[in-house]
C-alpha cells in the first residue's frame, strides 16, 4: 500500500471527488493530528507493504501517468500539502529498518513538490487469538511473533513457504507439526494484518 496524501486549508476537497479522474481509490478524510483542514488520501498502490519493490514500481507508475492531474491539485483544487506515504509496520525486535527509493521517484517527487514519507506502525496483535484462535501471540514466545498454537512454527514461516511457491501438503511436510487448518488461520492472520497496516 502507498497513499498520496493532499490537504490545505483552502483545499476543495469535494470539488476534486466531483471532478478528477484522481478521484477513483481517494476518500475524504478528516484533518490530520495539528491540522485544521480536510484531505484526501489517493491509494497509489495496493500492494502488499511486505512486497517493497511493487510499491515503489506503482508509485512510480502513478506519478508519470497522473502527472497533468497532480500539476493540478495545487492551482485549481487549492492543495497546499502533497506527501507520497509509505505505511511499514515496525518489524518486532526491530530497531531500525532500510528502505531504498529509486532515483528516478525521487526527481518525480521534487519535480512536483511532493514529501516523501514513510510510516512506521506497530504490529497490532490485539485480540488476535479470539479471530484466530489457532494462531498465539505472547511475549514470552518466540520473542511475542505469532505462533501457531501449540506449536512453535512461526506464521510468517508459513505464508512465506506458500509465497515461494510450496502447496499446503509441502508446509505440512516441512512443519509436521500443524495441520492444514493452521495454514488457513496462517493465512488469514497475514491478510488480516496486511489490511490494518
Known amino acids: 500500500m502507498a497513499v498520496l496524501r493532499v490537504y490545505g486549508p483552502g483545499f476543495l476537497g469535494e470539488r476534486f471527488l466531483a471532478e478528477s479522474p484522481l ?30 519493490p511493487a510499491r515503489i514500481e506503482d508509485a512510480e507508475a502513478f506519478i508519470s501517468a497522473a502527472d497533468a492531474e497532480i500539476r493540478k491539485l495545487r492551482p485549481r483544487y487549492g492543495a497546499e500539502t502533497l506527501i507520497l506515504d509509505f505505511p511499514v509496520t515496525r518489524s518486532l525486535g526491530t530497531q531500525t529498518q532500510g528502505h531504498a527509493f529509486p532515483s ?26 479470539e479471530r484466530h484462535p489457532r494462531v498465539f501471540v505472547h511475549p514470552e514466545v518466540c520473542n511475542g511473533k505469532p505462533v501457531i498454537r501449540g506449536t512453535h512454527v512461526l506464521v510468517k514461516n508459513i505464508v512465506t513457504s506458500l509465497a515461494d511457491g510450496q502447496t499446503p501438503s509441502q508446509v505440512i511436510e516441512d512443519f509436521p507439526d500443524i495441520a492444514s487448518e493452521d495454514i488457513l488461520a496462517a493465512v488469514e492472520f497475514i491478510r488480516e494484518q496486511a489490511e490494518r497496516s
Open 23 to 52: 478521484q477513483h481509490g481517494a476518500t475524504l478524510v478528516e484533518p490530520e493530528p495539528g491540522a485544521t483542514w480536510q484531505g484526501v488520501h489517493i491509494s497509489v498502490s495496493l500492494a502488499p507493504w511486505q512486497d517493497w
Open 104 to 129: 528516478v521517484l525521487l526527481a518525480a517527487l521534487v519535480e512536483h513538490a511532493i514529501d516523501l514519507r514513510i510510516s512506521y506502525h506497530a504490529p497490532d496483535f490485539a485480540g488476535a487469538s
